[in-house]
């Protein structure tokens, strides 16, 4: 079966850098997030509204989070979903599902973000990997890359706040959920390398029927 690495990765915790890396060595298709980090402030709900869920009679808020993101011209790509050619967060959650499946059943990839973790849970041939690592260090890895440490520390709020908030609405999910995940990293601990070292090992492990 095509190999996938799911991989959940909180701001400042290098999701791109180690999720490219990690395509490379296992030569398998890389997938990026549905939300640019440079976008993430147009999408965020409020946290009152952002820590509801999908089973909850509250519609227009789901609609003014797929609205926004119809907005964003930035979430246009190739192998991006545009909110605006769904009328429901139901109907963007089902195509979702089935680009992260068809991948799991074809090519295989390393996918970041995505709900993949949630979406492609419990199959064999998927490992699923959480980045995280306490803010503050988080942080300052973004400012160590010229990142002024005023727009590190907004970003910080609004991208970790867009991405949770991608999850519960359309996975009715939480990212920091342990239960979703086979490996847990902190990103601020350990290099970029180690990481994707780490994550190489634990995922040929698992492809050949390791447990």
């Known amino acids: 079966m095509p190999n996938v690495v799911t991989i959940s990765a909180s701001y400042g915790s290098h999701g791109d850098m180690i999720g490219r890396a990690l395509a490379g060595r296992l030569a398998i298709p890389f997938l990026d997030r549905a939300i640019p980090a440079s976008v993430a402030k147009e999408i965020t709900l409020p946290s009152p509204e952002m820590a509801e869920s999908l089973d909850e009679p509250t519609p227009g808020r789901w609609d003014r989070f797929v609205a926004a993101m119809a907005n964003t011209p930035n979430l246009a790509g190739p192998d991006s979903l545009r909110a605006e050619k769904f009328d429901t967060p139901e109907d963007f959650r089902q195509a979702a599902e089935r680009?992260?499946?068809?991948?799991?059943?074809?090519?295989?990839?390393?996918?970041?973000?995505?709900?993949?973790?949630?979406?492609?849970?419990?199959?064999?041939?998927?490992?699923?990997?959480?980045?995280?690592?306490?803010?503050?260090?988080?942080?300052?890895?973004?400012?160590?890359?010229?990142?002024?440490?005023?727009?590190?520390?907004?970003?910080?709020?609004?991208?970790?706040?867009?991405?949770?908030?991608?999850?519960?609405?359309?996975?009715?999910?939480?990212?920091?959920?342990?239960?979703?995940?086979?490996?847990?990293?902190?990103?601020?601990?350990?290099?970029?390398?180690?990481?994707?070292?780490?994550?190489?090992?634990?995922?040929?492990?698992r492809f050949s029927g390791g447990r």
């Open 99 to 205: 680009r992260l499946k068809e991948l799991a059943e074809t090519t295989g990839a390393v996918v970041l973000g995505r709900g993949g973790m949630v979406v492609l849970a419990g199959r064999p041939n998927v490992l699923c990997v959480r980045l995280d690592g306490p803010v503050e260090r988080r942080i300052a890895q973004v400012v160590a890359l010229g990142i002024a440490e005023k727009d590190a520390r907004q970003g910080q709020r609004d991208v970790d706040r867009a991405r949770e908030a991608y999850t519960r609405v359309f996975f009715n999910a939480r990212q920091d959920d342990p239960s979703l995940y086979h490996l847990i990293l902190d990103a601020t601990a350990v290099s970029v390398e180690a990481c994707v070292d780490v994550i190489e090992r634990a995922a040929l492990d």
